[in-house]
Nanobody
Framework: QAQLVESGGGLVQAGGSLRLSCAAS????????LAWFRQAPGKQREMVAS???????NYEDSVKGRFTVSRDNARNMAYLQMNSLKPEDTATYYC???????????WGQGTQVTVSS
């Protein structure tokens, strides 16, 4: 399995933007489905954005129009551009990939995003 390392989180005011990055230890994003998840304190982890290996994207309703998932296969990098951030976006964000067998990889430590009102 590829090791995934998330970065780019931080503290931002409501309405601001952040770009999260996900670095993979080997080439996976062009083969597997890529997804970004988030988990707020006391809540279950939820998928907020995904991209299939052929580039189709899907977004959770609350982030549609504000978040954009992308990847750079040559650099083994994935990104989550987050605009118009809201306090309810506060969570730890994780990236992961799902292989053709439907199995998710190992979870990284995530990156914390805190949006102040």
């Amino acid at each position: 399995q590829a090791q995934l390392v998330e970065s780019g989180g931080g503290l931002v005011q409501a309405g601001g933007s952040l770009r999260l990055s996900c670095a993979a230890s080997r080439s996976v994003f062009g083969v597997n489905t890529l997804a970004w998840f988030r988990q707020a304190p006391g809540k279950q982890r939820e998928m907020v954005a995904s991209m299939t290996n052929d580039g189709r994207t899907n977004y959770e309703d609350s982030v549609k129009g504000r978040f954009t998932v992308s990847r750079d296969n040559a650099r083994n990098m994935a990104y989550l551009q987050m605009n118009s951030l809201k306090p309810e976006d506060t969570a730890t964000y994780y990236c992961n990939t799902r292989d053709r067998g439907g199995f998710w990889g190992s979870w990284g430590q995530g990156t914390q995003v805190t949006v102040s009102s």
